[in-house]
């Protein structure tokens, strides 16, 4: 066997670890009861451990350096795959092992203590253990290592490339764009009716019509599944076995609608990764321990937007599918129309729940987060007192204060799951959204027409060529570049905003 042959069958066998991890996270965040969540932790901190080790053995190491020599620098793929090995390697090489094991233990218990806390709407009973999922991220950014702020480390894993001083950047141009715009809206006498949202839609039927419009998208389900969650997500265990959560409210539709496109949104970029690259480096994220097949956090959230919002949110998605949401609830929306609902769905409302934030205020929540979580990090800020400087900040960006820990400080799974750095890439996501919806629209004839017909796969055979295909084989910015022939770029993000809400509220 080849020195490259041998890299890869190692790689491979990882690679199972890691989706074997996958599977026991699926199944805590869904199936499991709650008494399974100190032994859980235990398999899955042992699995890493074992990655880990695969990783940073002699075996590896050996059939690394070997590669090297061998694959000649013109066979790009195979210098990639080499590439992001050695780039692995190195960064497990300063990571020390007990911690990635502490932390990954720490994930699973953690996040079984938030929920219970949301429930209980108690901050006290999640506090310590935030407390040391903060103190071990410090600990994995000092690892990892930085030149400017320990949370350039952070960001590493969820966005390559991306730094807190480019984020600070980022978000100031978006602010300049977006609370005139808030302001604006608010100043407007235009107040969509939206009551009929919050009549009873039985929870078997919104079902039912998710998975219709799932399909419509191209969401295999030959290759896929839809279950309940407190926090809906999407987790593959290669494009073979690609699996979305969503969560109901009887008493208001949009919840499991949207959240499903958008989660559809993730599973389509997964599906449809390149068949060639399942169980390679290319579609291992070997530094967050995740099979994933998409380029960076951003990316992939690009797509959940995209599909949720760009094409789910749109006038003509709801010209061409709010008879057959009609048919699905007669009852509940006889005495509404397309346009009505359209605008209803679009709704402009400050509210205290990201994941329920309307495209106009959606980015003053991550924000927020962002510096808090930033500030945690550095020491500026105690886990004690978060609760505190989190309603301050709803106070001060949204005018609202939660009443609760549950719609405050505890409502996202992302710091139990010690997730710290990964929240800007939701507002990296939105931006590249815009400009990849852009690039399609320009460069695929008659894509509009396809739209407007509930013809789903000219958009997503670009999409696929462009971005899904490849997996992890390019930068996200590499990506981007060779897609739209841009960089990351606020501008088409900022006008499409003030198009679509200006059309709306009469601007
Ligand atoms: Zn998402």
Redesign the pocket.
């Known amino acids: 066997m080849s020195a490259y042959g041998s890299l890869t069958e190692q790689v491979a066998q990882i690679s199972d670890i890691l989706n074997a991890i996958s599977i026991l996270t699926w199944d805590a965040r869904t199936q499991m009861p709650p008494g399974g969540a100190e032994t859980r932790g235990q398999q899955i901190a042992t699995l890493s451990s074992l990655a880990h080790e695969r990783l940073t053995g002699d075996p590896l190491s050996d059939a690394l350096v070997s590669a090297e020599g061998e694959v000649s620098a013109e066979d790009t793929v195979r210098l990639r795959v080499v590439q992001s090995v050695r780039e692995a390697v190195d960064l497990f090489g300063r990571i020390p092992p007990t911690l990635t094991a502490e932390l990954a233990g720490l994930k699973t218990v953690s996040q079984g203590v938030w929920q219970e806390a949301r429930r209980q709407a108690d901050f006290s009973l999640f506090a310590p253990y935030l407390e040391r999922m903060v103190a071990l991220n410090r600990q994995l950014a000092e690892a990892i290592g930085y030149t400017e702020h320990p949370y350039d480390a952070l960001l590493l894993q969820y966005e390559p490339g991306m730094t807190a001083s480019n984020l600070q950047g980022l978000f100031g141009d978006l602010k300049a764009g977006v609370l005139p715009l808030l302001e604006a809206v608010r100043a407007s006498s235009t107040e969509p009716r939206w009551d009929f949202l919050t009549r009873d839609f039985p929870e078997e039927k919104q079902r039912a019509f998710n998975l219709h419009l799932a399909e419509g998208f191209g969401y295999d389900l030959s290759r896929g599944r839809l279950d309940t969650s407190a926090h809906p997500f999407?987790i593959s265990f290669t494009r073979q076995d690609v699996r979305i959560t969503t969560r109901y409210d009887r008493r208001y539709l949009p919840m499991s609608l949207f959240g499903t496109l958008?989660?559809v949104?993730?599973a389509l970029y997964e599906q449809g990764v390149a068949p060639e690259l399942t169980r390679t480096a290319l579609t291992s994220d070997f530094l967050g321990l995740y099979a994933v097949g998409g380029a960076s956090y951003g990316t992939?959230?690009s797509q959940?937007?995209l599909w949720e919002n760009l094409v789910g949110r749109s006038r003509t998605f709801w010209r061409r599918h709010f008879s057959e949401l009609q048919g699905t609830f007669p009852e509940q929306l006889g005495d509404v129309d397309a346009e009505t609902f359209y605008r209803a769905v679009n709704r402009v409302s400050p509210s205290l729940i990201r994941v329920e934030a309307d495209e106009v205020t959606y980015n003053l929540h991550i924000m927020l987060r962002a510096e808090l979580e930033l500030a945690l990090l550095e020491g500026t800020l105690k886990v004690s007192d978060l609760p505190e400087a989190w309603n301050a900040k709803y106070e001060e960006y949204l005018g609202l204060t939660p009443p609760d820990a549950a719609t405050g400080v505890l409502q996202d799974i992302h710091w139990s799951a010690g997730l710290f750095g990964s929240f800007p890439t939701?507002t990296v996501?939105n931006v590249m959204a815009s400009q990849f919806f852009g690039a399609a629209t320009l460069q695929v004839p008659g894509l509009t027409g396809a739209l407007a017909e509930g013809d789903y796969a000219p958009l997503r055979a670009w999409l696929t060529e462009h971005i899904y295909r490849h997996g992890r084989t390019y930068l996200p910015q590499e990506l981007l570049e060779h897609a739209t022939g841009e960089k990351l770029n606020v501008a088409p993000y900022l006008t499409y905003l003030n198009e679509k809400y200006g059309d709306l509220y009469g601007l």
């Open positions: 999407e958008h989660e949104g993730h992939h959230e959940s937007r939701y996501g």
